[in-house]
């Protein structure tokens, strides 16, 4: 979902559950995947209890997540 696209419901509530498990996982309390200190965008799917994939839904979600796995790398 690129920026200026109305999102349905749905759509934003998944945004929050994906937020959500990002924020789970940078504070190390990750509730549906191991506590072992990793970031991915595979992580943060299954954290945030999509099916696979379905974090690609969400581009600017995407970009976001990206950004923070180089710095924690830096």
Do not use: C, W
């Amino acid at each position: 979902m690129s920026e200026g696209e109305v999102a349905s419901e749905r759509g934003q509530l998944t945004k929050t559950r994906l937020e959500q498990a990002l924020k789970r996982l940078l504070n190390g309390k990750p509730e549906r995947t191991p506590n072992d200190g990793r970031l991915s965008l595979s992580r943060v799917n299954k954290e945030a209890g999509l099916s696979s994939g379905g974090i690609y839904y969400y581009d600017d979600f995407v970009k976001k997540v990206r950004v923070i796995i180089h710095e924690r790398k830096i």
